[in-house]
């Protein structure tokens, strides 16, 4: 099972990036997929989920901003960031949990400058 994000980099405050993490390994569409962010000096914490099903949920700090999508064909699921903030600039994470073991993708550096 692997998760592999990209689409990170260096955008400046009000900017807009879009991650993307692709699924291999498993079958994609039964899984409830979401996205960390581990921000330095902070701890690792939960941006967006998304369920099997489509339903979503947002961390508050990034609720009408972000946007999480999936695409269960392509086996991928996204984040789409607007309106960013310098208090975005984190490693972001993709994650599931399968068959109750965390996977990880390997993160992807978002820097927001002001």
């Known amino acids: 099972v692997q998760l592999q994000a990209s689409g990170g980099g260096l955008v400046q405050a009000g900017g807009s990036l879009r991650l993307s993490c692709k699924a291999s390994?498993?079958?994609?569409?039964?899984?409830?997929m979401d996205w960390y962010r581990q921000a330095p000096g902070k701890e690792r914490e939960l941006v967006a989920m998304?369920?099997?099903?489509?339903?979503?949920n947002y961390a508050d700090s990034v609720k009408d901003r972000f946007t999480i999508s999936r695409d269960n064909v392509w086996r991928t699921v996204n984040l789409h960031m607007n309106s960013l903030k310098t208090e975005d600039t984190a490693i972001y994470y993709c994650?599931?949990?399968?068959?109750?073991?965390?996977?990880w993708g390997q993160g992807t550096l978002v820097t927001v400058s002001s």
């Open positions: 994650h599931c949990t399968y068959r109750g073991y965390d996977i």
């Open positions: 390994g498993i079958n994609f569409r039964l899984y409830d």
């Open positions: 998304i369920t099997n099903s489509g339903s979503t």
